[in-house]
């Protein structure tokens, strides 16, 4: 059986070390970007990352 992605949801932990400058991470989300493969986050990862800016 074949998937077929449309859509990826990107973690917080991802947009953390993405924020950060982490090489894998970066690479990783630049091959998704050049896949042209739509991707989202959640409300819950923007708060997350907005809590943990003002700590």
């Not at 990826?8 to 896949?35: A, C, H, N, W």
Request: aromatic fraction near 8%; charge should be positive; hydrophobic fraction near 45%.
């Amino acid at each position: 059986m074949e998937y077929k992605v449309s859509k990826v949801v990107v973690d917080t932990d991802v947009l953390i070390d993405f924020l950060r400058g982490k090489k894998p991470t970066v690479e990783k989300l630049r091959r998704l970007i050049d896949s042209r493969i739509a991707s989202a986050t959640t409300v819950v990862n923007a708060f997350e990352l907005s809590w943990g800016s003002n700590i």
